[in-house]
């Protein structure tokens, strides 16, 4: 499968970076996003994700629009987006790349909203020993 | 955070979190949280956006508004909890059930969507706000608003019970509905599946059977009505597998226990041709097994059906042992006690599944009648004797010890076992002395059985006695081999030389041998004496036989096997025709009553009589003359002449043996009261005499008189004395 990762900006009042935002022709999307900075497509496996966060296993199988859909779309802000990707990759990798105490924070929140309980602990870990 | 300490190098900025500006932020949120719900519920959730409902109400949590979320989500569950109501309680007849379980389907699906939805508030939220996680709140919802609603609670119940009193008079009912029902009323919690429904299911199911078993009892005989209730018991149990809760089983099988066993287990036992007593009668090993796997299921039933089997059998036997009828053959007599025996033994088995209530319950009732008959020993000994001397010919081994095995059985009961011991001894004696015992093994492997059951002591002369059969067989071919065994042509002497005490006592009754006998025993007397210095041997005729050879009328010839006193009487006839009664008393010496049973197995038995009497009468009187029968005849070469011996002891020897038991009694009761004392020093009167009955009940049952009077004499004889002060109390005299 793959994710849609639809970043919006921080702000109501930010710049529309009009230039910075991609979206698909293909995509439908039902919210209103007033604010899309761009849209990164993300080649996800469901049942990998699925296995390490209960928030993505339900967003694949709970009997909603996405548990039929080949694409699903994730919503974030700006400055989440370097954070969740950092996630995805630590799924996969078991490491994260983000190094900086904020960034760090960032990614700790991130993961407490998706559910991705593994790596709140790591990230814990690595923000103690900082 | 900012408790966090600094490190050199790196900088830790506190967190900003993004403060929604739009301030209808959490109100929009909301309405698409609520429009989903509704979606939800009206099958709808295909066409939502988990992210973007997740989304919602992560950020309504985060940006602290969970408190109005769950308040929405309590107010819009209502909402449509109502909307459910209302279209159950409008629901007619049959379909009431099936829309309240179409409805819980539906509420336990969209509440899954609904907890999956608000996962985040459910994590965070809720425990921090001590509230009922999503999933639980809807449950409660239903269970007040639905289940609790005056127009269904009632109803509910009244049509659940209804729907199994139908299935129990035999009607199909839709059991898979009943199950999704009754798991709903669980799922709600266990106090609701108890006071909504388990209580009164058991109520009621307690009334049906009240009145059910009352039915069966008037109308069925006892083994029906017990598979009646075994069926109910089954039922029941089936039930609960197919749709009530499992913590069921037990308290439903309890009420059908009480209703229909417990509350009428005595007059099931007692019923009227039917009931336990018949049952034993006809081995009804069925109605058994089923009356004991239902009574053990309540309390005190096991003892009932004991109580009930224990009367019977202590009946019967006490009707079979004072029978005289039945006592006129000891051994049949005993066979009977086997067979009865066998019998329970093997309904205990079978059906009783070999518990030991009913064990100890047919042990005490068989120990209680056997010693109801004081004969009991000697019938006992007397059967093992017919089974030594000819029962036990061609059977094998193994089914030896069997029969064995059971008379020991029997032998257990017994409360005076020294006088079986004392009837054993003689009977013994008979059997080695006369040649008789089919199996040595057979006799030793009984004296082990006894050895194991009674000690050293209570064989030790029996064991004497095999000893000195054997010793005799030694002298015996020493004799022949020795001097004096050349004989020439007179008869040959085979000699059992007993020692005293071993066995039974017999007087010494003297009789005049033949003299051709009388020179060939003088002739043993020497050679046994000259290798035993300082023994003394005296004859004990009357327990010898004696191998004749006789020639009849015709030149017809006969062996004739004869006890000791009717070879000396037919020895007489060598040289007369012609006896009296008085002249052969004379020439014998025999005593009288001897005499007369020696005389009559010879002159009175139809076929065997080698003697002729006048006049021919069954009795012998003292005027009777006796004469040789020139035409005796008998298709048998060998003729053996039994003695009208009656087997069983005539009335005079039963007290002599009696007699003979209180007086072998006494020094034992002495001496059980010596070794107690010895070791208690002081004791009074009611302590010696449960501890000296106590000591000897392995052997026989003690009268406290007895031992009175055994104290009385141990006193005069300055073993013991009596306090001083306390006359109850008596003193060692060491």
Known sequence: GEIFLVTEGDDEYDKFKGEDMIIKPDLHLDMEYKHVLRVEKVYINSAIL???????????????????????????????????????????????????????????????RFEVFSCMGYCSRLLCKL | ?????????????????????????????????????????????????????????????????????????????????????????????????????????????????????????????????????????????????????????????????????????????????????????????????????????????????????????????????????????????????????????????????KEMIENHMQRLVHMENSGLVIMLINDKFEDLRRIYNLFCRVPSGLTSIADVMISYLRQTGKKLVTDPDKLKDPVEFVQLLLDERDKHDEIITQAFNNDKTFQNALNSSFEYFINLNSRSPEFISLFIDDKLRKGLKGVSEEDVENVLDKVMMLFRYLQEKDVFEKYYKQHLAKRLLSGKTVSEDAERSLIVKLKTECGYQFTSKLEGMFTDMKTSEDTMQGFYASQFGDVGDGPVLSVHVLTTGSWPTQPTTACNLPTEILCVCEKFRAYYLGTHTGRRLSWQTSMGTADLKATFGNGHKHELNVSTYQMCVLMLFNTSERLTYREIEQATEITPADLKRCLQSLACVRGKNVLRKDPMSRDIAEYDTFYFNDRFSSKFFKVKIGTVAAQRESEPEKQETRQKVEEDRKPQIEAAIVRIMKSRRVLDHNNIVTEVTKQLQSRFLSNPAVIKKRIESLIEREFLERDKTDRKLYRYLA
């Open chain 2, 1 to 257: 955070m900012s408790g966090m300490q600094k490190k050199k190098t790196s900088k830790i900025e506190p967190f900003k979190q993004r403060v929604e500006n739009d301030p209808n932020y959490s109100e929009k949120a909301w309405k698409v949280l609520e429009h989903a719900i509704h979606e939800i519920y009206n099958h709808n959730a295909s066409g939502l956006s988990f992210e973007e409902l997740y989304r919602n109400a992560y950020h309504m949590v985060l940006h602290k508004f969970g408190e109005k979320l769950y308040g929405g989500l309590v107010s819009t569950l209502t909402f449509h909890l109502l909307k459910i109501a209302k279209s159950i309680e409008a629901a007619q007849g049959p379909f009431f059930l099936e829309e309240i379980n179409r409805k819980w389907d539906e509420h336990n699906k969209a509440l899954q969507m609904i907890r999956d939805i608000l996962m985040y508030m459910d994590r965070t939220y809720v425990p921090s706000a001590g509230k009922t996680t999503v999933y639980e709140l809807g449950l409660n919802l239903w269970r007040d608003i639905i289940i609790h609603s005056s127009k269904i609670q009632i109803r509910l119940l009244d049509t659940l019970l209804d729907l199994i009193h139908r299935e129990r008079t035999c009607e199909v009912i839709n059991r898979g509905l009943m199950r999704n029902v009754i798991k709903m009323l669980s799922d709600l919690g266990s106090s609701v599946y108890q006071e909504d429904f388990e209580k009164q299911f058991l109520n009621a199911s307690s009334n049906f059977y009240a009145g059910e078993s009352q039915e069966f009892i008037e109308s069925c005989d006892c083994g029906e009505y017990l598979k009646r209730a075994e069926r109910r018991l089954n039922e029941e149990v089936e039930r609960v597998s197919h749709y009530l809760n499992p913590s069921t089983e037990k308290r439903i099988t309890k009420v059908v226990e």
């Open chain 1, 50 to 112: 699925a296995a390490n966060s209960p928030f993505f296993y339900k967003l694949f199988s709970n009997g909603m629009k996405e548990s039929v859909q080949q694409h699903v779309t994730l919503c974030v802000y700006e400055s989440e987006e370097d954070a969740l990707i950092d996630i995805l990759r630590y799924i996969y990798t078991g490491k994260l790349t983000s190094t900086s105490a904020s960034e760090l924070l960032t990614v700790l929140i991130i993961a407490d």
